[in-house]
């Protein structure tokens, strides 16, 4: 029974709302998705997300990839052109257009102009300037877009989006490429209003795909989030940030950035609730929405990982902080002998020590560098320990496998423990000892189906 | 013609002496192994080097993994206790002792009063201090060393350590695990005595292992190199971390660093060549015959990862400076799809353009911490752009892929490039185009047999 009470044989709570694995479409947008023909299987690859009242608050974040492809780039300049310092964080889009099939990245100059053409179709269907058109694309690199082919499937279909929440997982489905289930995530969060003392509701929805080339760092390839709540531009943008850092930035896949990883979220206003301010509890409330949604999203990402069978948790405790306990849960579910270990049902809890050891090698002050001045990096960067083997604890899947404090290595039935990894989710927890911190990232294991998807693969 | 003479279609020329891939014990050392049970398979797993004249110069570079092993640990102590600071990199050494089989890693107090033991047993045996007793361990995380078997199998081998080159060979032998190929290298540096005009030779060998959780910044599984030459420990510890640099911390198999990996240098002196002093010509011979060891065993390294059937090496020029050409370079091998990729002779250069992108992700200030001031490595962090992709240029095996100058993706014989891409070794070469800095890696692709081997692993 003391066992049972031990937290790092359970999973540390999250305190978020619950979430729906369904496609439900919040007011003020209309959806669709199509087979247009990018894709030479024929399934569908172009999506299309509309503000059905005119521009939404827009807010983004996007790959830190050096070769960032030229979807990514033209979001950027969109939101850029009308936000203050001009970042390319936040704004206003009247819609988001996503192609799959072809990345349409390292295709220099002519793959700016496919995009921008791409886009101005969008403007033409909706009768809105391009620059409020939002851009995805996902696919093989260096591959031109069909920009005739995609242009007439615009002019389709526009006129047949639809506000209904069908749109909504069609527009998922067009999302996705090796993908073999389509994501989706929704909640809502109540907003009361001040003036009147009514009570409404608004709901944050989300699609995205998946499903190799994932890493941390907003390497998350596609997901759009859509809220009905009402809310300026600039605090979106800190929402969708404060989420990603402890969603899709803690998310890996196989360790490499994509060039074209993008997550959107859009606010409408549409649910004709109060208009939600900086610093309040409402503000918190729909943040804590948003990242309900962006979490439940990258743990399917994650779950459905190329050639993956399990979703592997890990979450740590005792860390000095929350950035450092994260930095350890990433470096863990990143280490391909864990991953492997996983997939063979093999507690071989050295693997994970080991890997949490290495967590100030993997350039952990740099992915969180948005959140750090480079001075607390440098300092991170150098920090002597971030670990004590004589205080970490570890336990998988609900055992403890080590304890420093009391030996290292614990008696295990191996059996007992293999049996417990043998599930959808296998859960890793490290308590560190040494603080407060908490933290948690979201892997799969690393399968010969990996491989083999990935070495057969034509460019 | 013209095609033939463009430099990014070539390997980057390699400035530095022939190797030969075979034992050869430098003067002033005797060596040895044997099988001594601490292995199930009953194969080598107990390594001698013995220096005959008295105690070495020794450097070594250690594992940053926080969870260093108690090999590891008890090194760095003994050097430390001579080194003026104290930080375990150089001093004297009369021997190192290996161990394979079990690692004695996370083993706690227990782990390290065995590793003591051992190298009490090998100081007994030798009549030394145990403080000039150096030791590595391989094998499974968290298993405890079996300090009898150890100990009576040291007393029975150092009568029979040879300073025969067969010795040395014995000794790489038993420094295998999952090595399919004992590692070797020697080379031999003229070194004049400006005392009296004559000239004498001095041999550099090296052994080494690999092959699993190998990853840069000197993350390297166990390396001995050995040479007759006379000098300072202080200057040796300087010439094998520059050595590393360019040459362990260069590669990666897994992308997992390890919580033992060492790699040390002796010199025994016995050449009778004059003693080598700090910024003199021969001290650059010298250094640069440690180098060409040290990047030989780290090629057959790669050559040998778990699963691998395809060395990658990757060149980079055209830089802002090395250390920026060293992070593209170790961010193509270390990725996962690019390994996939080259294992299905897929020209997928897309994916190593990716790759390159990611270079400043991948930790790369960290990664070099050890050479620059933390203001610089963070700055570097922060770096706007070190790749252009408008000045990029890829070739695989000789085929240029892609060029950013000349509209991207080039026309390809695609057949004729697999076919290249077809051989033991796989040469990805990029050019960035903005100054004069090289670099190379090393790394092997990521096959089946890979995850197979990792998975069916046994705690």
């Known amino acids: 029974m003391t066992e049972l009470a031990d937290p790092v044989l359970a999973p540390i709570p999250v305190d978020l709302p619950q979430v729906e694995r369904r496609a439900v479409l919040p007011r003020g947008f209309a959806a669709g998705g199509a087979a247009i023909g990018i894709k030479r299987s024929g399934r569908p690859d172009l999506a299309l997300v509309a503000a059905t009242g005119g521009p939404a ?4 974040v996007f790959t830190p990839n050096r070769f960032a492809a030229a979807p990514v780039r033209l979001s950027q300049a969109h939101l850029a052109a009308g936000e203050p310092g001009g970042q390319g964080r936040y704004g206003h889009a009247r819609a988001i257009v996503a192609t799959s099939g072809s990345a349409n990245a390292a295709t220099g100059a002519a793959g700016d ?12 269907a909706l009768g809105s300037p391009a620059t409020e058109v939002l851009t995805l694309s996902t ?4 591959t031109r877009l069909p920009v005739q082919v995609v242009s007439s ?18 527009a998922a489905r067009a999302l996705m490429t090796t993908d073999s289930r389509v994501k989706l995530a929704t909640t809502t969060v109540v907003i009361p209003d001040p003036g009147d003392f009514s009570v409404g509701v608004a709901t944050v929805s989300g699609i995205a795909k998946g499903v190799g080339m994932i890493h941390p760092r907003m390497a998350t390839m596609l997901a759009v989030l859509l809220t009905d709540a009402s ?7 800190t929402m969708l940030r404060g989420a990603t850092v402890r969603t899709w930035d803690q998310l890996t896949v196989d360790g490499d950035t994509s060039t074209n990883d993008t997550v959107f979220l859009l606010a409408s206003g549409a649910s004709g609730t109060a208009p939600v301010d900086p610093g309040t509890a409402e503000a918190a409330a729909l943040a804590a929405a948003v990242e309900a949604v962006a979490r439940d999203l990258a743990r399917q990402q994650a779950a459905d990982g190329e050639g ?5 948790t890990c979450q740590v405790s005792g860390a000095i902080d929350d950035p450092e306990a994260r930095a350890v849960a ?24 080991a890997a949490a050891g290495n967590a100030h090698l993997a350039g952990a002050a740099v992915l969180e560098a948005g959140g750090l001045a480079p001075a607390v990096a440098a300092e991170r960067a150098d920090a002597p320990a971030t670990i004590d ?21 614990q008696p295990l039935d191996v059996e007992a423990v293999r049996a417990s990894m043998a599930a959808e989710e296998c859960l890793v927890r490290l308590d560190l000892g040494l603080g407060e911190g908490t933290g948690e990232a979201f892997g799969c294991d690393l399968s010969e189906a990996y491989v083999v998807e990935n070495s057969e693969y034509t460019t």
Request: net charge negative; glycine share 12%; hydrophobic share 50%.
């Open 139 to 142: 696919g093989v690199i260096g």
């Open 57 to 60: 608050a827009a807010a983004a």
């Open 389 to 409: 083997p004589d205080r970490l604890r570890i336990a998988i899947a609900g055992h403890l496998v080590f304890d420093g404090a009391a030996g290292g290595p």
């Open 113 to 124: 102009a496919d995009q921008a053409a791409v886009a101005e179709a969008v403007a033409t």
């Open 231 to 237: 809310v300026p531009p600039s605090l979106l943008s």
């Open 153 to 170: 499937g615009i002019a389709t279909l526009t006129p047949a989006l639809t506000t209904g929440d069908a749109g909504l997982e069609a």
């Open 330 to 353: 990433r470096s863990v579910v990143a280490s391909s002998l864990v991953k492997a270990a996983v997939h063979g049902r093999d507690p071989n809890w050295g693997r994970i020590a």
């Open 308 to 312: 993956a069978t399990t979703l592997i």
